[in-house]
C-alpha cells in the first residue's frame, strides 16, 4: 500500500483513488469483479485495487451486503 510520503507523491498513493472507486459504486451496490472492470484503467494493477478497498472499507465508506461492494 502506497501511502502519501516524501517518496510517494499524493498523485501514486493510495488515497488518491478513493474517489475514483467510491464514484464507481452505484447505489444498488456493485459486484468487485465489475468494479474492477470500471476502475482498472485508473489503477496500476489489482493490488492497488484491493489496497484501497481494504482502506475505504477499515475507513466505514464501503460494506460487503449480499456480494456486492456499497457505499455506507
Known amino acids: 500500500m502506497n501511502l ?3 517518496s510517494v507523491s499524493y498523485s ?5 483513488k ?10 444498488e451496490g456493485v459486484n468487485a469483479t465489475e468494479l474492477y472492470v470500471v476502475v482498472k484503467n485508473s489503477l ?3 493490488a492497488e485495487f484491493v ?4 482502506c475505504l472499507y477499515a475507513l466505514g465508506k464501503v460494506d460487503i451486503e ?3 461492494v456499497v457505499k455506507k
Open 44 to 46: 496500476r494493477d489489482l
Open 18 to 27: 478513493f474517489p475514483i472507486v467510491l464514484r464507481a459504486i452505484q447505489d
Open 66 to 68: 449480499n456480494g456486492k
Open 4 to 6: 502519501p510520503s516524501r
Open 12 to 16: 501514486e498513493s493510495v488515497i488518491s
Open 51 to 54: 489496497s484501497v478497498l481494504d
